[in-house]
């Protein structure tokens, strides 16, 4: 297969900076979309995977799986975008197509494994993925998404992953009018629950540790803040909620949010704690509550959130870096020092 090569930023072990390097990306296909990334948006599972934290890395890495750019080429079977579109791509190019979850429009839950943006096997190249930290991508037009020509670009990027990890939760427990809905943790993910949930028409309460978090959380759109450090707040919102979407990637305690819970009330985890959560069996018993987790969403609902993204004109709040940033912006992601989602300007790769 012919391949071209394009400028990108990765790195060659877990210890190492990200840099510039060159990859190969293939020439389109017949189905295929080539896209010029013009913003990708930095995930924690970015820094995750660059740095081995998951113990599955393949090197060179080159992470992103928050892309928004312009299409370049098409191939010859190509129908749903022409040279000039805006495209997106996120967390996944490729799965088997062929089991239950992938013919129900789940491609996330594949059964023999999806393909990821970065870091998976490329069926074409026999490689790994290469992701977003790029000038250019090429994915198959199945894989590719509808860019709403209302929103931001840049603020956009991010809803390829922090929009659809809770925006499928969001919908898979149909929040909406009638429905309280606690959100826990105001971060990446957190911000976005809160003002999907809120434009679902959802009452939202937003659980969070930080005083310091009471008016963003309101400016987002809360109709009412919880501190979890208050105990007798707690007691008092007892049983009060009827789902709550766990954004926390910390370690935290699971069964004093889910004392929040109404009877048949769900709680479902979105953030991904490095250790184990204890669940105390009378924590979901006595009223019948259920404790569940979720992925990103399939390609057809993450193309139903960005509709509903453009119709509500609802993106993410981000802080736009350079490329040449991206180390730092590692470190001060690891603190916690980002309201709420770094966003690289890609252009800043043809320095």
Known sequence: MSTFSVKAFGT??????????????RAVTATDVEIEILFCGVCHSDLHTARNEWHNTIYPNVPGHEIVGRVTKVGENVNKFKVGDLAAVGCMVDSCRECESCKEGLEQYCEKGNIGTYNSPDAHLGVQTFGGYSQTIVVDESYTLRVPENLDLAATAPLLCAGI???????????????????????????MGVKLAKAMGAHVVVITTSAAKVEDAKRLGADEIILSTDADQMRKNAGSLHFILDCVSASHDINAYLSL?????????????????PVAPFSLIPARKSFSGSMIGGIKETQEMLDFCGEHNITSDIELINMQDINSAYERLLKGDVKYRFVIDMASLKN
């Open 12 to 25: 060659d072990a877990a210890e190492a900076d990200l840099k510039e390097i060159n990859i190969e990306r």
């Open 261 to 277: 819970l109404k009877r048949d009330g769900s709680l479902t985890l979105v953030g991904a704690p490095e250790n184990p959560l």
């Open 165 to 191: 990890t809770t925006y499928s939760p969001l919908r898979h427990w149909n929040v909406g009018p009638g429905k309280k809905v606690g959100i826990v943790g105001i971060g990446g993910l957190g911000h």
